[in-house]
């Protein structure tokens, strides 16, 4: 099983800002939404647990108990000249990633480089994790481009989903490869 995990809140979650490669902590909500998914017997007992580089998604990565590596590939979208910005206010990048997903906004990264590195990343570690439990902690947009690795489908699919903090992501293996089972689970998470 692959379960696919969005790190604890950070302040910057908290204020709707895109959070891209700035590296910030968790507040004191996302420590104990990290408490809570440490407690979740299915991540305790991973054979493997692997995490972006960023800060909040390691400081969660190590609540979950076994050994965590770290890969590159599962870091945040960089968005460039966007980072930091509220939510709102980011209705331009929207808009250009909308009609073209190979759109790279100013010092950042495009969707369609993001998709590539975290496909990448899925298919080495696919099949490990069709025969035990493999853990990544990572963050909205990876966690999204791999959910479209799972279904087979274009990273264009990121538009229709919603990927809460704290929350787990399940991909089993399924007939013919990888099948999404569950998605953005939060029932364990204190809000």
């Known amino acids: 099983m692959l379960y696919l995990v969005r790190h604890g809140r950070t302040a910057t979650n908290a204020d709707r800002r895109l959070l891209g490669r700035v590296d910030v902590p968790l507040d004191e909500l996302g420590r104990r939404q990290a408490a809570a998914l440490g407690q979740l017997g ?41 980072d930091g910005w509220k939510v709102e206010d980011a ?56 959910v479209a690795w799972a279904l087979g489908v274009g990273d264009d699919i990121a538009w229709r989903m919603f990927v809460d903090v704290a929350s787990v992501s399940r991909v089993g293996a399924g007939r013919s490869g990888p099948a999404l089972l569950t998605f953005n689970e939060v029932h364990h998470r204190p809000s």
């Open 42 to 82: 299915f991540l305790r007992g991973a054979a493997r647990v692997v995490s972006s580089p960023l800060l909040r998604a390691r400081d969660t990565a190590a609540a979950l108990g076994p050994r965590v590596s770290v890969d590159e590939r599962w870091a945040e979208i960089d968005y460039g000249m966007y």
């Open 91 to 146: 209705s331009e990048l929207w808009k250009r990633w909308g009609a073209d997903l190979s759109y790279t906004p100013e010092g950042g990264e495009s969707l369609a480089a993001l998709g590539h590195r975290v496909r990448e990343a899925c298919a080495e570690l696919w099949p490990e994790a069709a025969e035990r439990d493999v853990v990544v902690v990572t963050h909205v947009s990876p966690l999204k481009a791999a």
